[in-house]
């Protein structure tokens, strides 16, 4: 057993992600607002949106995490709304997370990430998560899995960034859509990364450069941990456990303060909760840069 405190509590490889990866700290007092697309750090115009999906966190801030157990069927089929048009309402900045799926390293942490970093289970059905993957997988079988991204922020996975054209991609890219400020949608185009059972995403924050300010991604086949971590003061972490079928949201804050990542699977604990990591397919929307 585990907590979110005890040394060791899956930060045994920090040292390996921080070497590799380019944190760039939001400078103090330029935080950005939930519900829009200011950004902390540099005006420079960024060249581009993500054009390949390894561009998002090869070069600018990389970091962030957080979990999930539990089988996945549970929140599946139990919660109201799930596969519904009606699961993607209320993911604004007022949003609540699923208390259940989100553990803070102390109240005042999750005070301060309310809103920003969201977690709901069941947000899509098993039909639909069947469906979703009968049109990604194509894709993904083109590349090959890579043990190890040349950036080190990832290891055992192989992504492709595409246009989800089938009905059920469609239907997801609209009901993810809330999740975004208005007048920063989501790009219509998804990063789909599959994770080894024995790959993880190191802590990074996304870069800059290429993303905006909502990173909204959607976990199918295994559970996950997603654990997010303060730039300013590591004790400060967040923990969301990702069930299949379930959607986090991270802005504000959440996405530009905080290194997130997916555990691997010897530190994939949510609390004392262990997480066994298998395949697992995320379907990520992310919008364009505020410029
Ligand atoms: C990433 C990332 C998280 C996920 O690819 O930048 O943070 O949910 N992925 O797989
Ligand atoms: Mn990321």
Not at 32 to 58: D, F, K, V, W
Request: hydrophobic share 35%; proline share 10%.
């Amino acid at each position: 057993m585990r907590d979110l405190g005890s040394p060791g509590g899956g930060l045994g490889l920090g040292g390996f992600w921080r070497d590799t990866v380019n944190l760039r700290p939001s400078p103090p007092g330029r935080q950005a607002a939930p519900s829009e697309c200011a950004r902390p750090g540099s005006s420079r115009p960024p060249g581009g949106a993500c054009r390949t999906p390894a561009m998002h966190r090869a070069r600018g801030l990389c970091r962030a995490g957080v979990a999930a157990a539990l089988g996945g069927s549970r929140a599946l089929s139990a919660l109201p709304g799930a596969g519904s048009a009606a699961a993607g309402a209320g993911l604004g900045p007022e949003a609540e997370a699923d208390p259940e799926l989100l553990r803070a390293s102390s109240p005042e942490l999750a005070r301060r990430l309310r809103g920003l970093a969201l977690v709901r289970g069941g947000f899509v059905s098993e039909a639909e998560a069947a469906e979703l993957l009968r049109e990604v997988e194509p894709g993904l079988r083109r590349g090959r899995y890579q043990s190890d991204h040349w950036d080190r922020a990832i290891s055992g996975y192989r992504e492709t960034e595409r246009g989800l054209r089938g009905g059920a991609g469609r239907a997801l890219l609209l009901r993810v859509t809330p999740a975004f400020p208005p007048r920063r949608p989501p790009r219509p185009s998804a990063h789909v990364l599959d994770l080894l059972p024995g790959g993880c995403v190191g802590p990074h924050v996304d870069s800059v450069k290429f993303c905006g300010c909502t990173i909204a991604g959607v976990s199918l086949l295994s559970p996950s941990v997603l654990r997010l971590q303060s730039l300013r003061d590591p004790r400060d972490r967040l923990e969301l456990l990702l069930e299949p079928g379930s959607l986090y949201v991270l802005r504000g804050a959440a996405r530009y303060e905080f290194t997130h990542e997916i555990l691997p699977d010897e530190q994939s604990f949510f609390g004392g909760l262990r997480v066994p990591r298998g395949r697992r397919v995320a379907l990520i929307f992310r919008n364009d840069p505020p410029w």
